[in-house]
């Protein structure tokens, strides 16, 4: 809400681009507190107020490359991922300088641009009413639009490492919330018998090359290699369609030099450790065959 002074009255001459007229209203409400609501390009809407002039921004732009809203300037249809962080960038740019300086900015923004499993989807079986037109996503036919899935093994969620069904006295906790992928959490069901990643030490488990499957170091106690194996299977970190294909992938662009080390570092920080500890940062490329490459 913005302090009185700071919202341009509708009589003001209004800067170009504003949208006021039958775009624009405003009134009171019964608590004696002025409202307006303002119709237009974001942007160009905020370079109407004062700096400094709110408390609070709660903002739900489009997200890239997932609808078609049919109006003018709109964001969220741009051909590149940078040029979507550029149109989101000037609206932050205005955001931030209508803020105070203890103002609270929620910007709901997801990274979802593509869905269906890898194929485009021209109908939403979910909801009719969450459709708006063809997507971006489908007139190109999915894959088209240069983009391949984020990732094999599903987006990021939240996991109760203690099953809330079980531990319902946990389902709350911040303690008991751990960042994993879809796919590993939809393995790991009830589950109470694998490591915890909070307890899981540097070395416990290995990459073997060139194969890529994951094992337990060798010399550890047998009890504890017996749980870091139940941990492999349960998962199924070895799965070729899903975890091994995602090694296979970061290792193959990183041995053909399509990527840097600091990036296979920072994207897939297992692999670029297990390199480092066993000494492998250059020969790998010899001994996954790619070297001739
Ligand atoms: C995810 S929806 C938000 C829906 C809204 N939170 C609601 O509950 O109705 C994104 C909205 O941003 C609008 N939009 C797209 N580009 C815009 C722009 N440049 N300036 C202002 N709004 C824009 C779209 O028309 C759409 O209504």
């Known amino acids: 809400m913005a302090e009185h002074g700071g919202i341009p009255s509708l009589s003001d001459e209004p800067k170009e681009g504003v949208v006021t007229g039958p775009n624009a209203w405003y009134g009171r409400t019964s608590q004696g507190i002025d409202w307006h609501v303002y119709l237009g390009n974001a942007s160009q809407v905020l370079a109407a107020f004062n700096d400094k002039s709110f408390h609070c921004v709660v903002t739900s732009p489009p997200y890239y490359n997932l609808r078609d809203y049919n109006v003018e300037g709109q964001i969220g249809v741009e051909e590149t991922v940078q040029e979507y962080v550029n149109a989101i960038a000037e609206v932050m740019d205005q955001v931030y300088r209508v803020l105070k ?3 609270v900015l929620f910007l709901n923004i997801g990274d979802t641009y593509y869905s269906g499993k890898g194929e485009a989807q021209g109908k939403d079986r979910k909801s009719k009413k969450r ?14 639009i240069g983009i391949r899935p984020k990732n094999d093994t599903g ?21 008991n919330y751990r960042l994993v992928c879809a796919t590993l959490n939809s393995r790991k ?19 073997d090359f060139p ?6 170091a060798k010399g550890l106690n047998e ?17 070729e369609s899903t975890c091994w294909q995602s090694r ?4 193959k662009v990183y041995c053909l030099r399509q990527i840097t080390f600091d990036h296979l570092l920072s994207e897939a920080p ?7 500890r066993q000494n492998l940062v250059e020969s790998i490329r010899e001994i996954m065959a790619y070297s001739s490459i």
Not at 160 to 169: A, G, I, T
Not at 189 to 207: A, V
């Open 131 to 144: 459709r708006f037109g063809l997507r971006p996503v489908d007139k190109s036919g999915g894959v088209g």
């Open 223 to 239: 009890d504890l290699a017996q749980r870091i194996q139940l941990t492999i299977d349960i998962l199924r970190l070895n799965d």
């Open 101 to 103: 300086q203890d103002g």
């Open 211 to 216: 194969s890529l499957f994951i094992k337990p």
């Open 155 to 175: 987006a990021d969620t939240v996991e109760h490492f203690l099953p809330k069904d079980r531990h319902p006295q946990q389902a709350y906790e911040w303690i």
């Open 189 to 207: 069901k009830t589950h109470e018998d694998i490591l915890d990643p909070f307890h899981i030490k540097n070395g416990w488990f290995t990459i």
């Open 270 to 276: 297992f692999i670029a450790f297990e390199l480092i």
């Open 248 to 251: 296979e992938r970061y290792i």
